[in-house]
């Protein structure tokens, strides 16, 4: 039975691909991915920054000079 917390040995394992694929390949997807985030974002927070401008300038309207 292996003792908890024993040393695995990687010694011979191979991948087949490398730290640069795997860079490169999360930079492609997130290249992919992230206008639909920004677009996401958008559609959530456009209308709270319309609700507070325009909430400062109907404040702003009633003081007067």
């Not at 490398?18 to 991915?33: N, P, T």
Request: proline share 5%; net charge positive.
């Amino acid at each position: 039975m292996p003792v908890l917390g024993a040393a695995i040995d990687f010694g011979g394992v191979t991948l087949p691909f490398s730290v640069s694929d795997l860079v490169g390949s999360g930079s492609a997807l997130l290249g992919l991915v992230g206008s639909f985030v920004l677009l996401g974002l958008a559609f959530k927070f456009v209308p709270k920054l319309i609700g507070l401008i325009a909430a400062a300038f109907k404040g702003g309207a009633g003081k007067g000079a």
